[in-house]
């Protein structure tokens, strides 16, 4: 069953006076504010936070992390063992490496001087056939029961992955060099599935390790979805590189067979 699981925050079951709120007003209590998320088919926001999809809720926009801090507050512990003096900012750009999602700093007390920080990037997954939930948002806008509806959209995440690869990679060495911790927050669903790719090894916790991984999953809790921390992994850029660049090679033969096929159906452009 391919459809929207949460909608403006809440799962699409819900009838609370703050979902049918957050539905009138397209509010994203995760940001606290309207949402952001735009799509070029619809005129309001694009709400949906996360889908059901092969068995699994893969949250595909990252405002959905946002979740009361949850995400910060772990990472800070893991990162600095205390909540105390620890300032967050978004969208903190480096030159030659790009932008870091946000970077946590703790202070030292009564002080503006850095004691330590740590860069912290979320990873949501994305899906293809964007205009089939796009179509399930409209019917859910217009009050149509679609929680058994089945919508033809799917998953994206091995683009998703590939993009994020690259990033892990960069921003990776930068933090090894500077001896700081990089935590990149996705889910159990996406990272099982860059592991299985990409054949990595080595993926267990190391706290000494400059990659870290905080993976997470969708709870139910009541008439609510939760995020909950269900597994902490850790690796190098070491072991990302060999992992990338030990993939196995697609057999050749089979190829130049997909080849002639289409010289047998003729569906080249002749080169004049």
Known sequence: MNNP??????????KSKGALNSKKTYYCKFINAKCDKQSRIIKYPMG???VNH?????IICPNRFLEENIVFKNISKSAFGTLDNI????EVKLNSVGTFDFVLVKHKPISNKVDDFCVVEFQ?????GTGKLVDALKDFMNNKNINNQSYAFGMNTYNTIKLSYIQMLIKGQVMESWNKNIFWVLQKFVFDNMVN????EQMMYNKKHKTQYHIYDLEKNGNLYNLNLVEKKSTTVANLITAFTHQPTPDIDSFVEKLEEKIKLKVGLLVE
Do not use: A, Y
Not at 124 to 128: A, K, L, P, V, Y
Not at 197 to 200: A, P, W
């Open 5 to 14: 699981n949460e909608i403006f925050g809440f799962p699409i079951d819900n």
């Open 48 to 50: 949906v936070c996360s």
């Open 54 to 58: 092969s068995n699994s809720k893969p």
């Open 87 to 90: 300032l967050l900012f978004s």
């Open 124 to 128: 949501s997954d994305s899906t293809t």
């Open 197 to 200: 790719r990409f054949n990595l």
